[in-house]
C-alpha cells in the first residue's frame, strides 16, 4: 500500500504521515527532507541558491548521510528548499529516489507537495493536508520554540504565505490535489482527531 500526503509547509501532514506509517507498518519518507538537503548542501559550499546549475548538480550529488543533519530543520533551509525545488533538473534528480522507496515492501507513507499527482499517482491513499495559514504560523513557531530557534511569529506568518505562493504557482509540480485526494482540514484539529479521520479514509479504501 502507499499512501500520497501533500499538502502545505506546516499543515500537519508529516505528524499525520509518521502515525499512519507506525500504524500499519509501512515505511515513511518526508520527502522535504530531500530538498531541505539540496538546500543545505548549497549553502555548506557557499553557493547561490538561485544558480538553478549548482542546485541540479547538488541534487544529484545527495547522499542518504545528508538527510540526517539537524540544520535540515532549520527555517532558513525550509526557505532555501523552497526556492531549489522549482528547478525542474532538482526536481528531476530526486525523483528516482522517491519512487525506489515508496516500490520496497511493504509500502510506504510519502509526504510532500507533488507525491499524489507527480511521483506516486497510483497510489491506493492520496490525502490533501490543508490548515489556515495562521494556525500553521503558530505550529512552526512552537516548534522553532522547542528547538530553541528565536521566533518572531509575523515573519514566519509571511514566510509560510511566500512559501504557498512560490508552492502552489511554481511550473514544474506545483503544490495541488491530485484529483482522487481526499482532503483533511486541520485547522481545528488536534493531531489524535487528524490521524483518526485519516484512518477512517484509509479504511474505506482497503
Ligand atoms: O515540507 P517541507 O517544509 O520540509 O518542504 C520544504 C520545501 O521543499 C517546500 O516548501 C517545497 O518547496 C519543497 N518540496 C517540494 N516537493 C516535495 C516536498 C517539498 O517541492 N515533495
Known sequence: ??????????????????RIAAHYGLRHLDSGVLYRAVALR???????????????????????ADLEDPAL???RTGEGASIVSAVPAVRA????????????PPGAVIDGRDIGTVICPDAEVKLFVIASAEERARRRALELTNRGEPVDEAAILADIKARDDRDMNRLTAPLKPADDAVLVDTTTLDAETAFLAAVAVIEARL
Do not use: C, H, N
Open 1 to 18: 500500500m502507499i499512501v500520497a500526503i501533500d499538502g502545505p509547509a506546516a499543515s500537519g501532514k508529516g505528524t499525520l504521515a509518521r
Open 42 to 64: 548549497m549553502i555548506a559550499q557557499g553557493q547561490d541558491l538561485a544558480d538553478a546549475e549548482a542546485a541540479a548538480r547538488a541534487a544529484r550529488d545527495i547522499d542518504p
Open 73 to 75: 530543520r532549520s527555517r
Open 93 to 104: 534528480a530526486l525523483l528516482d529516489f522517491q519512487r525506489r522507496f515508496a516500490a520496497e
